[in-house]
């Protein structure tokens, strides 16, 4: 019934050409099954309407039309991904808890550069976006550094790593960026000027990213080295064709 009523909504303010349908977070090969099946549910009562999934197994083949691995799990399996899209399906990928040690992500004690390169990367494997987790899930213990340890008897306790749960903060009048969030939005401003590139002159974009960036766990942590390559990139738009 919900699907049937999200359906007509969706079809009476006109929003079929802007809507994704998320069904359900993470799933994981023990219940690949049950995930299946619930896809084929809100395939049948909302045709039509893409499936959008935050998604780490690719063997779920035909389940979302478009997948949304970590990007670590999006390089380790990344032929599989691939063959998916190979097929038509979109690629996208996305950060929240994981992926920790020498991944990009953009949590509070990573370098700013991170945040910066994640827009990189999309570029560097031209996937189709990325999704955020995490922009204001603000909760009391949030103006930590660290994660503070678990309470005895409470399993639940918030055991997130430190930014994990935003981007943006509580302000008196408003929401408050962050150094992070406008780091992150200055590299997808670079990723625009990527695609840019790539359409335009592959193998100069090539040469631009090979400057920054090999990877999701492989770029330069030298911020004269990234700004080299930025303004290398910037050149490489600027030259007459």
Known sequence: A???QLGEEIEANGWRDRWLQHVADEPTPLCSAEYR???GIVRKLMPGIPIMDAIQDPKLVGSVDMWCPQVQEYERDREAYEAVRAQGDKIWCYTCCFPGGPWLNRLLDQELLRPVLIGWGVALYKLDGFLHWGLNWWQDDCRKVTSPPRPKGKPNANRLPPGDTHVIYPGAEGPLSSLRFEAHREGFEDHELLRRLQKENPRAAAAVLRK???????YTRDL?????ARKALLESLSQPR
């Open 2 to 4: 919900i699907c049937r």
């Open 37 to 39: 099946i619930l896809c």
């Open 212 to 218: 920054a960036i090999r990877g999701f766990g492989d």
């Open 224 to 228: 004269r080295r990234f700004r080299a």
